[in-house]
């Protein structure tokens, strides 16, 4: 007797004059009925059925979700074959052409089964030339830190057997992720390249020397990218220290014995490091690009998923992660992997607990402003009530799954986020001005995630906040670091001051302009203003004969970037002047401060009359250029010049 389900399904597929023995026989290769979280393979050959439950035992294993329903949808296309899994690569190929879930799970399965059979037909899968990372327990370092695909790397592109082994023996012993295996092949198959040349080629232990080891050097230290240019000194240096501890685990392994003692690192195989470029220094995102940006944060995630979160949750937690890149100035993996409890007040201040992994200095503070502190609340509730993977408990900014290869979100899907939002802006527009008088478009590809640390170190700078201070904000060991962000571009620089050189005057405010390359010459002499006194500027400054009385030398040359420097001076004289008459000082004394009072007013204000004077637009430029100079001589290593006034001995 057949149920009611079965009946039913029976009658809409039997053919005419069907007998009960074909009914039964139809019934036997039926599925039972199924709740939604149930799949049968009775439908299924004998040969079949054990093939797919141990392939679907091997997913189990290797940690990835399995879902009855796609099992459910594999199971009628693989009744129509009764070959073996083994034996073909892709029986679902035009079946689930929109569906890649089904896909996914067969090509899977699939290899489990390829794999199995090679497992236990006694081969060793490490003496191929051709290695199954997957096969081999490789991790991949994507997301979701599964492996997608099988992932063969060839391994006879290493022409040297005894390199070839080498390599597979120490995958097998470490197991190392893709990007480091990555990184293990190509030192290997440079090195490779480089001992292939000789002669011999490298490919008997016995023969190797100090010629071979000289070689392989020399092929990584001149590794290229494909546009052909030069590989950075770090990316080479790195590859050299992947091949060398190649080398060490052969030697500790027994597996080098044959090597000669020859054929060992020099310790003329380093690749020095490169200097920095000043043109690069200064990646910092514009502030007017940043306001358009600000303006346009509610659209920021749009049409991104991210594990079981709604759009709204998306959209809250993207906005948190871009406030605080643009307000702190982290680096993209201190933010994502900021921890849940990460503000911590003190009184009506609030800092951020952060931890710097480059420097490995963990639970660092950083002041936050009240707008970051409110958005990071607000997200914090939200946070407080989403679903999120287990392991991602500790952290603000959760895993997008439990599979994920690290427990909080991965840098990776910041910087995807930010490159979509970026893409899909209306509108970003720099604040160049073009030959028509508009604005030009800004580069969107100089937006990311990392950016926004410049551009927080650069607005501070631009406000001449202290060396010393911003130091301690960025976190920096050394403070030739944090002196970069002080530095602007050559050509901005040049741009100065073939401005500024324009608007040089003497102590009596008359007219002195002069060249770009005088005005840079004598530029650094004195702290308020230019110098053209022989002596002085052959000396750098340190010779003056008036001792740093400027407002009285015929040699002063001030500019308008002075400005803040000599106001700032005046004040001192006052105090100073103060002091003196407080003291009973002599009138000489007392005199000479109230005449230098009155010099460098004088000095100043015939420079502001004279700015006064000019169209706007072209003050607009003059008061630019002098800010771009002062943010040039503050961010300068140079040692200041003395400041305090030398008062002479009385008679």
């Known amino acids: 007797m057949l149920c009611v389900y079965h009946l039913r399904k029976w009658n809409t597929q039997k053919e005419p004059r069907s007998t009960t023995a074909d009914a039964v026989a139809w019934a036997a290769r039926q599925a039972p009925v199924l709740d939604s979280y149930r799949f049968s393979l009775i439908q299924l050959s004998p040969l079949l059925r054990l093939e797919v439950t141990y392939g679907l035992q091997r997913r189990d294993e290797l940690g990835s979700p399995l879902d009855p329903r796609t099992v459910r949808q594999i199971g009628p296309v693989l009744a129509r074959h009764n070959t073996s899994l083994a034996m073909?690569?892709?029986?679902?190929?035009?079946?689930?052409?929109?569906?890649?879930?089904?896909?996914?799970?067969?090509?899977?399965?699939?290899?489990?089964?390829?794999?199995?059979?090679?497992?236990?037909?006694?081969?060793?899968?490490?003496?191929?030339?051709?290695?199954?990372?997957?096969?081999?327990?490789?991790?991949?370092?994507?997301?979701?830190?599964?492996?997608?695909?099988?992932?063969?790397?060839?391994?006879?592109?290493?022409?040297?057997?005894?390199?070839?082994?080498?390599?597979?023996?120490?995958?097998?012993?470490?197991r190392p992720n893709s990007d480091q295996f990555g990184r293990w092949l190509r030192a290997a198959t440079l090195a490779g390249k480089g001992m292939n040349r000789l002669p011999g080629g490298g490919r008997e232990l016995s023969s190797l020397g100090f010629a071979h080891m000289q070689a392989a050097f020399e092929e990584i230290a001149s590794d290229r990218r494909r546009d052909g240019k030069l590989c950075g000194s770090k990316f080479r240096s790195d590859l050299l220290g992947v091949f060398f501890q190649l080398l060490d685990f052969g030697r500790f392994a027994g597996l080098l014995d044959e090597a000669p003692g020859s054929f060992a690192r020099h310790p003329s195989h380093s690749i020095p490091k490169e200097d920095t470029n000043e043109e690069e220094i200064g990646k910092a995102i514009p502030e007017p690009v940043i306001a358009q940006m600000d303006?346009?944060?509610?659209?920021?995630?749009?049409g991104i998923t991210y594990g079981d979160l709604s759009d709204a949750e998306i959209r809250e937690m993207f906005q948190t992660l871009y406030v605080v890149l643009r307000d702190c100035g982290r680096r993209p993996l201190e933010v994502v992997s900021l921890p849940r409890n990460c503000l911590e007040h003190d009184g009506d201040d609030v800092e951020l607990i952060w931890d710097n992994h480059k420097g490995r200095r963990l639970r660092r503070r950083l002041p936050l402003s009240r707008e970051t502190v409110e958005r990071i609340k607000r997200w914090q509730q939200i946070r407080d009530e989403i679903p999120a993977p287990r392991h991602s408990d500790a952290y603000l900014f959760p895993a997008i799954s439990d599979y994920s290869g690290v427990a909080h979100m991965n840098s990776v899907s910041l910087s995807a986020a930010v490159r979509n939002w970026v893409d899909t802006l209306p509108e970003l527009l720099s604040d160049v001005v073009g030959p028509d008088g508009q604005l030009v478009p800004f580069d969107r590809s100089l937006i990311f995630p990392y950016a926004f640390r410049h551009s927080f170190a650069q607005r501070f700078a631009d406000a001449d906040?202290?060396?010393d201070v911003l130091q301690s904000l960025m976190d920096h060991d050394d403070p030739k670091t944090t002196m970069g962000y002080y530095r602007v571009t050559l050509?901005?620089?040049?741009?100065?001051?073939?401005?500024?050189?324009?608007?040089?005057?003497?102590?009596?405010?008359?007219?002195?302009?002069?060249?770009?390359?005088?005005?840079?010459?004598?530029?650094?002499?004195?702290?308020?203003?230019?110098?053209?006194?022989?002596?002085?500027?052959?000396?750098?400054?340190?010779?003056?004969?008036?001792?740093?009385?400027?407002?009285?030398?015929?040699?002063?040359?001030?500019?308008?970037?002075?400005?803040?420097?000599?106001?700032?001076?005046?004040?001192?004289?006052?105090?100073?002047?103060?002091?003196?008459?407080?003291?009973?000082?002599?009138?000489?004394?007392?005199?000479?401060?109230?005449?230098?009072?009155?010099?460098?007013?004088?000095?100043?204000?015939?420079?502001?009359?004279?700015?006064?004077?000019?169209?706007?637009?072209?003050?607009?430029?003059?008061?630019?250029?002098?800010?771009?100079?002062?943010?040039?001589?503050?961010g300068s290593a140079r040692p200041l010049l003395p400041l305090s006034v030398v008062r002479e001995a009385a008679p």
């Open 295 to 302: 303006a346009a944060l509610d659209s920021i995630a749009a």
């Open 491 to 634: 050509e901005r620089k040049r741009k100065a001051v073939k401005k500024l050189s324009l608007m040089v005057t003497d102590r009596h405010g008359a007219a002195k302009p002069c060249s770009p390359q005088a005005y840079e010459h004598r530029s650094v002499a004195v702290p308020f203003g230019g110098c053209t006194e022989p002596s002085n500027v052959k000396a750098g400054g340190q010779a003056c004969p008036l001792r740093f009385q400027c407002a009285g030398c015929g040699f002063y040359r001030p500019d308008p970037s002075y400005l803040p420097a000599i106001e700032d001076q005046i004040n001192s004289l006052r105090s100073d002047r103060e002091t003196a008459q407080a003291m009973d000082a002599a009138d000489f004394v007392i005199g000479n401060l109230t005449a230098q009072i009155a010099a460098y007013q004088q000095v100043a204000a015939t420079m502001r009359d004279g700015l006064t004077a000019l169209p706007d637009e072209e003050r607009a430029e003059i008061e630019e250029a002098a800010s771009i100079l002062r943010q040039v001589r503050s």
């Open 465 to 467: 906040t202290p060396l």
């Open 88 to 174: 073909r690569d892709d029986q679902l190929a035009g079946h689930f052409e929109r569906q890649l879930n089904p896909h996914c799970v067969f090509r899977q399965v699939a290899w489990s089964v390829r794999r199995g059979y090679v497992e236990f037909s006694g081969t060793d899968p490490w003496g191929e030339d051709r290695l199954d990372l997957r096969a081999a327990g490789l991790k991949s370092t994507s997301r979701t830190g599964r492996r997608r695909t099988a992932g063969v790397a060839d391994l006879s592109v290493l022409p040297q057997p005894w390199l070839r082994d080498l390599l597979r023996r120490r995958t097998e012993a470490e």
